[in-house]
């Protein structure tokens, strides 16, 4: 489906003058409409428009390690439920078959994912299932540690908390062989 950036500027306008503020007279609110249209259309919203087999399909070399790993891949996704971000931190590893990808293309696919509407815990297994099918790895997990602004900023305003979720693919599922080594790998030197 199509972005249609009137309409949904034109929404974002009546749904503040819907919660009592009007952004015809209120200054602040001026240019909010346009804002969080444009936000949405160019920015939050652009994984979507990519393709995760695109981003794998690039192999620099062929498979030579036993196990690929980034951490600490900052990120934010939001959340389709009350369309607020949830920001942190991104483990990704994969234990290669024949291809290896660029290490930024494992930033790429995290992008990929995050810039959709989506659950912290299917982002995980988007990104760990991704690695299996279009990269051909043997076994994928991707650790998200973030913490969701619908947990902090509303409702109990859990200052602080950070949601942990853990996402494994092929021979990296619990009881496989590589499962206790992805753990080790992204799981070492952590406080």
Do not use: K, W
Request: charged residues 25%.
């Amino acid at each position: 489906m199509a972005i249609d950036r009137p309409r949904a500027q034109a929404a974002i306008a009546d749904f503040l003058r819907a919660l009592g503020r009007d952004p015809e007279t209120e200054p602040e609110l001026r240019n909010t409409a346009e804002l969080v249209s444009t936000a949405y259309a160019e920015d939050l919203l652009r994984g979507y428009e990519q393709d995760p087999a695109a981003i794998l399909d690039d192999s620099v070399t062929e498979a030579g390690s036993e196990l690929v790993a980034v951490r600490d891949i900052e990120t934010s996704i939001l959340c389709p439920h009350h369309l607020m971000p949830a920001s942190g931190v991104v483990h990704v590893a994969y234990a290669p078959s024949e291809r290896v990808v660029g290490l930024g293309a494992l930033g790429r696919l995290v992008d990929c994912f995050a810039r959709r509407l989506i659950l912290q815990e299917a982002f995980t297994q988007h990104v760990a299932d991704a690695l299996v099918e279009h990269l051909g790895a043997r076994g994928a997990g991707c650790i998200a540690e973030l913490t969701p602004t619908c947990l902090t900023a509303r409702g109990d305003r859990r200052h602080g908390a950070r949601a942990v979720t853990l996402a494994t693919a092929g021979e990296m599922r619990p009881g496989e062989p590589l499962h206790g080594a992805l753990l080790t790998t992204l799981e070492a030197d952590r406080p």
